[in-house]
């Protein structure tokens, strides 16, 4: 997706996200979470100046893939 620019070099971009878990109740008090996590946080421009000379910008597409286990402790 192309950034929207705002002006004086601002931009914004569309960025979304989304979860998937279960979680499995292993004894009377305690739970095991595992979740699955994505996030696509758009493209993002970077550049490296060594000395006095400019780079072009280069353009990364900044996405997170995470596996997640939890443990709960249930207090009644």
Do not use: C
Not at 34 to 58: K, L, N, W
């Amino acid at each position: 997706m192309s950034p929207v620019t705002t002006g004086a070099g601002k931009s914004e971009h569309f960025a979304w996200n989304w979860m998937a878990g279960v979680a499995f109740q292993v004894a009377t008090q305690w739970v095991v979470d595992i979740g699955y996590r994505e996030s696509h946080m758009g493209d993002v421009a970077t550049s490296y100046t060594p000395g006095f000379v400019t780079a072009p910008p280069v353009y990364r597409d900044i996405t997170a893939r995470e596996v997640r286990v939890g443990v709960r402790f249930l207090i009644d």
